[in-house]
Nanobody, 123 residues
């Protein structure tokens, strides 16, 4: 069993940065790929990016590639989403999730989800 808790969301001006954290409980964290998803009002949940269980590979949606960076610290059971050059269209609730599969691009591949954290980018 893995429990996930996101933090770090908030309000930021366009062009600014935020770093989200996702703290995981459970000893199996280190064997799971960790992904980030987001959902804006009236839209479906979309994949943002993910990091392999070993931390040696990351993969991103085209919409965030070059602006967002995912990292993980397995010693702290924590995964991070560094978001730079934020745009108003990045406004959404951001979720972290854990998948036993690699690579894991789709939400159906993830077994565990956090409660989400709101990110709002003002223009």
């Amino acid at each position: 069993q893995v429990q996930l808790v996101e933090s770090g969301g908030g309000l930021v001006q366009a062009g600014g940065s935020l770093r989200l954290s996702c703290a995981a409980s459970g000893r199996i964290f280190r064997s799971y790929d960790m992904g980030w998803f987001r959902q804006a009002p009236g839209r479906e949940r979309e994949f943002v990016g993910a990091i392999r269980w070993s931390g040696d590979n990351t993969y991103y949606a085209d919409t965030v590639k070059g602006r967002f960076t995912i990292s993980r610290d397995n010693a702290k059971n924590t995964v991070y989403l560094q978001m730079n050059s934020l745009k108003p269209e990045d406004t959404a609730v951001y979720y972290c999730a854990a998948s036993p599969l690699t690579p894991a691009w789709g939400s159906s591949q993830y077994d565990y989800w956090g409660q989400g954290t709101q990110v709002t980018v003002a223009s």
